[in-house]
């Protein structure tokens, strides 16, 4: 019933539900068709911009701010995590997140080549510490580890800290060194109006690069979780163990999906 909106539609004004609702009531179904004295606030601002100047916005001097306070070598960090009502693993609650893959990309100089690694559990024995052990050797004592929206990966770290006191210093360093690309595109220093109000990665990606996750066999992080929880046998959808060959192809799809960004 919605299929007569725009593409860009006034329903993706960014923050505010009511006053996207009183624009449409007002015959207003397009970004670009706000009147320029209507009281928007400084992110709807830049949306209506973009939207009539078909041009992203780039605020050139907070995105070199931001840069600027990297230190290299950049770790470039991603967990794909699953969570259970019911623990599969001793000391667990319930829900709690239990990370089972990581990808890192390393660049050890703004004119170098990244260097990417990757973990992926194997088996249904509890992934953390093997995933911890092996990530503690990728990452030395310096330089900015980039997380995107740092909440999620913040609380996987302190989670494994608790879970595992002999890496909690070492956890608690790099919690020190996390730097969230988050922000620059949650602040619309960087904002192009196929983003649509949304500073997601999903969303910004496809924006910047013209790289997607649609069409991947595996394209978001609940589909991640579900697919390794089935081939762990930990999610037995079909009651019967996956094939060695379908479980090679979702660990390849796995890894894929996680490595993408």
């Known amino acids: 019933c919605w299929r007569f909106l725009p593409d860009n539609h006034i329903f993706n004004l960014y923050g505010s539900k009511d006053k996207a609702a009183g624009l449409f009531n007002k015959g207003v179904l397009s970004i670009k068709d706000i009147p320029d004295w209507y009281n928007l606030n400084f992110k709807q601002k830049i949306q209506l911009e973009c939207a009539k100047t078909e041009k992203p916005k780039i605020n050139k001097s907070e995105i070199l701010k931001f840069i600027n306070g990297l230190e290299y070598p950049l770790y470039f960090l991603d967990f794909e995590t699953f ?8 000391g667990v609650r319930p829900y709690q997140r239990i990370p089972f893959q990581y990808s890192i990309h390393i660049l050890d100089a703004i004119d170098g080549q990244p260097s990417h690694y990757d973990f992926l559990a ?9 995933l911890l052990l092996n990530l503690k050797y990728k990452i030395d004592e310096t330089g900015s580890i980039i997380v995107y929206y740092e909440s999620f990966e913040r609380g996987v770290l302190k989670e494994l800290a608790e879970a595992f006191p002999d890496y909690s210093q070492w956890i608690d360093s790099i ?17 192009h ?29 609940m589909a991640a979780s579900v697919y390794f929880l089935y081939i762990c ?10 094939a060695k060959e379908e479980v090679e192809k979702v660990r390849k799809s796995l890894i894929k999906y996680c490595g993408w960004t």
């Open 233 to 242: 046998g930990n999610y037995d959808i079909n009651e019967s163990r996956p």
């Open 175 to 191: 919690l020190t060194r996390i730097v969230d690309l988050y922000k620059p595109f949650g602040n619309f220093h960087y904002y």
């Open 122 to 130: 194997e088996g249904a024995e509890d992934p953390r510490e093997e």
């Open 83 to 90: 969570s259970t009502a019911i623990p599969l693993y001793e």
């Open 193 to 221: 109006s196929s983003q649509k109000g949304s500073a997601s990665v999903k969303n910004v990606l496809p924006a910047i690069t013209g790289l997607s996750y649609e069409g991947m066999e595996i394209a978001d992080g």
